[in-house]
């Protein structure tokens, strides 16, 4: 398992941006699918944004797209999301996490996933 850091969480208005930053340990990161997750206080987790091990293919909630972006720099061991456009709604914990496991396993689903950061607070005000 790949151990990873979240940071860039923090206190933004509405229509605001904020990019948040997951750094990963270990030497083969590119051999990691790479997601972010959220989960609101009395909610259950949901899926946000996911990316090939390239970098080449990206995946996201309807409620996101086209306001959040994701990628990675498998150089630096890092993936990113780049959260534009931010909505009240948007306030979660946010959790980057890794799949090992070989290609096929669905970016949407949190149960593909084996390794997962501590999560970083994202809360969006009115």
């Known amino acids: 398992q790949v151990q990873l850091v979240e940071s860039g969480g923090g206190l933004v208005q509405a229509g605001g941006s904020l990019g948040l930053s997951c750094a990963a340990s270990?030497?083969?990161?590119?051999?990691?699918?790479m997601g972010w997750f959220r989960q609101a206080q009395g909610k259950e987790r949901e899926f946000v944004a996911g990316?090939?091990?390239?970098?080449?293919?990206?995946y996201y909630a309807s409620s996101v797209k086209g306001r959040f972006t994701i990628s990675r720099d498998n150089a630096k061991n890092a993936v990113y999301l780049q959260m534009n456009s931010l909505k009240p709604e948007d306030t979660a914990v946010y959790y980057c996490?890794?799949?090992?496991?070989?290609?096929?396993?669905?970016?949407?689903?949190?149960?593909?996933?084996?390794?997962w950061g501590q999560g970083t607070q994202v809360t969006v005000s009115s």
């Open positions: 270990g030497h083969t990161f590119s051999r990691y699918a």
């Open positions: 996490a890794a799949d090992s496991s070989p290609p096929g396993g669905s970016y949407y689903s949190d149960r593909t996933y084996d390794s």
């Open positions: 990316i090939n091990r390239s970098g080449g293919s990206t």
